[in-house]
């Protein structure tokens, strides 16, 4: 269908467009017509990708500048979804007589995801694929091909090397899939062909790390246009992600490592004084001159980058004890060996970083600045050496990261050292964590850098909190609900059992038994009343595996498996792949299953559970953070002194977020139903149930709000009767599907012919 919003034609690849999937495209116009930044929470299975996307290309098509599209998702599949999503649209504008022409969109992934080489596609760990594809395309092993007939070139890369960027690929729209059959069938590299045309592609989807992460969007993200339009979908936990890209872990095992390492950079460094001097001379020269000289080299040699540093720092020159390449490998054994005693401890040990430099520099004399050039300085080196295998020196350049964010940020951060690698392992391993306390310093580069910035989810409620933790100012935001011809989810809290107990996964009552036998029971009848799949959601692993064995005991699972299977899911990727495709197939044979999850793991995140995959969801407890970690605990302190933010009133908005995060996996579009159950007291209570996304909390009414196991049996036993009743899609026009008549009658300007000839049709069966 073809609509206006204000002079904006919008072409829309379905016949009719929900009235929030309308309102969301006005909205996200008045972000873009401001050039302002944007937060919009979307109900689960709304269409929210393809509403954006249709306005976005729109806009894109209409308006003179062409403002490029970055679209950050977080996973593959999401990427490859949206891909899809994008090629569907444009292959619909044409049929529109849309002109489109030299439009080009792709995705970007990792090297594993798209190498097409015979042999180095064939490894399983992403590390070894790098490691062997830089073997192969690292400029100095090719101009020493050119010398040596002996050495391996990738055929896939000498082949882009012959061809400008605009010759590279046809405009058109490229899923991963189709990027790699283009390099296969051209004999071309997928990865090296996406990172060379991305300054020319009109839209790009890759992972939120291209983008937050600085090592990696000093590489493919440092071209891009500031009027370019980025967003930031599925963004719920943006905050989690952008202190993770911040955050370092460092144990012995790292510090052994990093010592053979530095090992072997001294015996690289005499190799090459006796063979070939002028370049580590070369290299002392440049670096008098500043990093950013000297690291003006081909992106796919800047293989270790810094962490972040300011432009103007890296203008300087090096400071003069690490210029030298021997002096810089004696600086670093220093550093190693300080973090090696420090981390001899017996006790927690907590500091600012300016403490942690204080106390460095009084005890091996080492000064801030030559710390923070440290892993510029190592990628320089690396360079230099002309080192192609990074596996080997990944715990170096862990070390020398750590330094570099030590020394340059003096709020936002804690050092801790603790003797124990968690608080109930009794065995000494010590490990030092850098701690990144403040979410907005790796996002603030991209809200200074771009005009427009659109965080959007399904869940963002409360909304509020989220422009105080990444410290920008949204000019649109707008949370929107989901209209529903016939009420197809019905959200229920579950606060007590059959016997009256109440239910919690509060930590003084979890274990209870009445608590787990009502939990088992809860899941009995459910597993008695719902059919095909079931997925259940934990706020841990270690509380699922207690609460599985307890059920083992006295008979639960038993009473589980005579109607239907159940799986588990694992920390173990492959296991949870393995149990997620035996569930679909029990789903889709009838006999039914049930799968146990966990809140925050793989299946909360990203997969969905549509249709008869998922009929209903229920969530045992409220999945809070571990509170008694000692980096969550410096982080709720660092947002109350510096956002005001209570430490109660954050961890129930996280705890909030990842609950609605898995009940909103049962939904996945209108035609779709399903059941949300909520099962702990506490989501009764006003504080907690106004956290809930908008869309989800208009739907919890008195009557669902405080229920037992056999009231919830039966509201459920009710809606289920009501879901199998005859539905006609056609009661759904006018009320929760708009045609251009509808958008009309709202106060939106309509196709003119599509009103027009709707009209004469309505006067001809009158």
Known sequence: MRFFIDDLPVIFPYDYVYPEQYQYMCALKRSLDSKGHGMLEMPSGTGKTISLLSLIIAYQQFYPGRRKLVYCSRTVPEIDKALSELKRLMQYRQTQGCHDENFLGLGLTSRKNLCV?????????????????????????????????????????????????VDLIPSGVYTLEDLTDYGKD?????????????????????????????????LVSKEFEKDSIVVFDEAHNIDSICIDS??????????????????????????????????????????????????AARDEDLVLTNPILPDHVLREAIPGNIRKAD??????????????????????????????????????????????????????????????????????????GFATLCSTYDAGFMVLFEPYESDQNRVLNPVLHLACLDAAIAIKPVFQRFNTVIITSGTLSPMEMYPKMLEFAPMVQESFTMTLARQCFAPLVVTRG???????????????????????????????VVPDGIVAFFPSYLYMESIVAMWN?????????????????????????????????????????????????????????????????????????????????????????AHQIRENDFLTFDAIRHAAQCIGRVLRGKTDYGLMVLADKRYSRADKRSKLPRWINTCLTETSLNLSTDMAIGLMRKFLKAMAQPFDLNSQLGVSMWANEHIVQHGGRGDVVAVESAAMEIDQVR
């Open 246 to 295: 911040l955050s370092i872990d460092i144990n012995q095992r790292t510090l052994r490592a990093s010592t053979a390492s530095v090992e072997r950079l001294g015996e690289r460094i005499e190799e090459m004084k006796n063979q070939n001097s002028e370049k580590l001379r070369d290299e002392y020269d440049r670096l008098v001159d500043g990093l950013r000289d000297a690291l």
């Open 553 to 641: 005991e006295n008979g639960v699972l038993k009473d589980v498996w005579r109607h239907k299977l159940i799986f588990v899911e694992t920390p173990d990727a492959a296991e949870t792949s393995v149990a997620l495709q035996n569930y679909r197939t029990a789903c889709n044979n009838g006999r039914g299953a049930v799968l146990l999850s966990v809140a925050r793991g793989k299946v909360s995140e990203g997969i969905d559970f549509d249709h008869n995959y998922g009929r209903a969801v229920v969530m045992f407890g409220i999945p809070y953070q571990y509170t008694e970690s000692r980096i969550l605990k410096a982080r709720l302190e660092f947002m109350r002194e």
């Open 498 to 528: 059959g016997d009256q107990v109440t239910v919690s996964s509060k930590f003084e009552v979890r274990n209870d038994p009445a608590v787990v036998r009502n939990y088992g029971n809860l899941l009995i009848e459910m597993a008695r």
């Open 117 to 165: 080489h015979p042999r180095v596609s064939k490894e399983r760990k992403g590390a070894v694929v790098d490691a062997r594809c830089r073997e192969m395309t690292s400029s100095w092993v090719r101009a020493k091909a050119k010398t040596e007939g002996n050495i391996e070139l990738c055929d896939f890369y000498e082949k882009i090397q012959t061809l400008e960027s």
């Open 327 to 400: 002096h810089f490998v004696r600086f670093l054994k220093r550093f190693i060996e300080y973090l090696k005693a420090r981390m001899r401890v017996m006790h927690v040990v907590a500091e600012t970083t300016p403490s942690f430099l204080k106390h460095i520099r009084e005890v091996t004399y080492i000064e801030r600045k030559p710390l923070r050039f440290c892993a510029e300085r190592l990628a320089s080196l690396v360079r230099t050496l002309e080192i192609t295998d990074l596996e080997e020196y990944g715990a170096l350049a862990k070390v020398a």
């Open 186 to 218: 051209n004999g071309m590299c997928p990865y090296y062909l996406a990172r060379r045309v991305i300054p020319l592609a009109d839209v790009i989807i890759y992972s939120f790390h291209y983008m937050l992460d600085p090592k990696v969007a000093e």
